[in-house]
């Protein structure tokens, strides 16, 4: 049997998407970030980790993969998230009465904050 252990992102400057995604997740660093590599882990120690390597390749408008982040706190916690550098996004693809707002990190990376408690 396998698991998900880390998901993986590219990002244009590693340091700036590390701040964002650590103060956005509660993740800390694994070892020390280096230039072009971090992997940040839950703080708690169990769960899965985010890596963040060193990538030109342009991103995605409309990502095959992307991150999706569960709360009861919709509002507060996009509030939150624009707050840490993060940016809506103007996503045409909405259905009628979604339960998910798509953001954007400081990188351009979209992920959806999804409404636990919408139906």
């Known amino acids: 049997m396998v698991r998900i252990g880390t ?7 590693v340091r700036r998407a590390a701040q964002f995604w650590k103060a956005a997740l509660g993740l800390v660093e694994r070892e020390p970030a280096e230039e072009d590599w971090v992997v940040l882990v839950p703080a708690g120690g169990s769960g899965v980790g985010l890596a963040l390597g060193r990538s030109d390749t342009p ?3 409309v990502p095959r993969v992307h991150l999706d982040l569960y709360t009861e706190e919709q509002d507060a916690e996009v509030d939150r998230l624009i707050a840490l550098g993060a940016v809506r996004v103007d996503w045409e693809l909405y259905p009628d009465d979604p339960d998910f707002v798509v953001l954007a990190d400081p ?5 959806c904050v999804i409404d636990t408690t919408h139906g």
């Open 107 to 111: 990188e351009g990376n979209r992920f």
């Open 7 to 13: 998901v993986v992102m590219g990002a244009s400057d």
């Open 59 to 61: 991103v995605q408008e």
